[in-house]
């Protein structure tokens, strides 16, 4: 069994910083990607950030020299990506999700909420 687990969300005043952190763990041989997603209210669910097991990241255009993903494997098998988000704007203001693709299945976590706001 796989479990996800976001954490990190909160209120910020714009041009703040938050970091989000995503735990991964259960049987897990490898993971091929995380990422980290987000969805407005009225909006479609859109990828902020994605980083491989061979470190390839990928940035959407609306958060580069805003956002950085990185991620560290654990001893006890535990995987965690994290998020830095600096610079925030109203615009970023959503539920943001943690996805882990292992072996070519997607796990979600629950979300967790990041509001920008004055």
């Known amino acids: 069994q796989v479990q996800v687990e976001e954490s990190g969300g909160g209120l910020v005043q714009p041009g703040g910083s938050l970091r989000l952190s995503c735990a991964v763990s259960?049987?897990?041989?490898?993971?091929?990607?995380m990422g980290w997603y987000r969805q407005a209210p009225g909006k479609e669910r859109e990828l902020v950030a994605s980083i491989t097991a061979a470190g390839t990241i990928n940035l959407a255009d609306s958060v580069k020299g805003r956002f950085t993903i990185s991620r560290e494997y654990a001893k006890n098998g535990k995987n965690t990506a994290y998020l830095q988000m600096n610079s925030l704007k109203p615009e970023d203001t959503a539920v943001y999700y943690c996805n882990a693709l292992i072996t070519l299945q997607s796990y979600w976590g629950q979300g967790t909420q990041v509001t920008v706001s004055s």
């Open positions: 259960g049987r897990i041989f490898s993971i091929n990607r």
